[in-house]
T-cell receptor, first 110, second 116 residues
């Protein structure tokens, strides 16, 4: 079983839609979680951290459920520029050792 | 601008040759750097943790004699793919942890290797 699992998508949504991504992790010892965004053939860029109390940044909301080992990302009012692959990340083992999910692809169309 | 720079961005080489990829932290020192590999439509897979002044720690299944890592200074780590084969063609990305104490991780722009 992969340590971090995501629905690969793709999610094809119209502009303005709300879309939610889910992610599960298998290592209960993981302490920190993030969502990264990766554009085609580019390096991943940090989108936001994920906390149990929830974390909101503009149109983006991330949530962590430690009991279920489940992470979510909600994007409201989707923009064309949101089209990318969203990577769920858990910090595992040593300091800053990031374990990436395979990513969920989002395509926002006019 | 980018705080971690990788070079080269693109490289094409013949099978059997060796390729060196550099990862530099531009405005901070990094005791620890990480090397990832990403195949098309797959996740980033951690290959190894590079520690300045000591041997790299390799993940299970990664051949240390094939992927040589050198972290000789606090701003430079290199990954050398030795005797490259077509199956080594991939996107290689490094990341660095700032010594400033924030723990923030910065990614390089990645290096795309194609082995013919």
């Amino acid at each position: 079983r992969k340590e971090v699992e995501q629905d690969p998508g793709p999610f094809n949504v119209p502009e303005g839609a709300t879309v939610a991504f889910n992610c599960t992790y298998s290592n209960s010892a993981s302490q920190s979680f993030f969502w990264y965004r990766q554009d085609c053939r580019k390096e991943p860029k940090l989108l936001m951290s994920v906390y149990s109390s929830g974390n909101e940044d503009g149109r983006f909301t991330a949530q962590l459920n430690r009991a279920s080992q489940y992470i979510s990302l909600l994007i409201r009012d989707s923009k064309l520029s949101d089209s990318a692959t969203y990577l769920c990340v858990a910090v595992s083992g040593g300091y800053n050792k990031l374990i990436f999910g395979a990513g969920t692809r989002l395509a926002v169309h006019p | 601008g980018a705080v971690v720079s990788q070079h080269p961005s693109w490289v094409i080489c013949k099978s059997g040759t060796s390729v060196k990829i550099e990862c530099r932290s531009l405005d901070f020192q990094a005791t620890t750097m990480f090397w990832y590999r990403q195949f098309p439509k797959q996740s980033l897979m951690l290959m190894a943790t590079s520690n300045e002044g000591s041997k790299a720690t390799y993940e299970q299944g990664v051949e240390k004699d094939k992927f040589l890592i050198n972290h000789a200074s606090l701003t430079l780590s290199t990954l050398t793919v030795t005797s490259a084969h077509p199956e080594d063609s991939s996107f290689y990305i490094c990341s660095a942890v700032s010594n400033r104490g924030t723990g923030e991780l910065f990614f390089g722009e990645g290096s795309r290797l194609t082995v013919l």
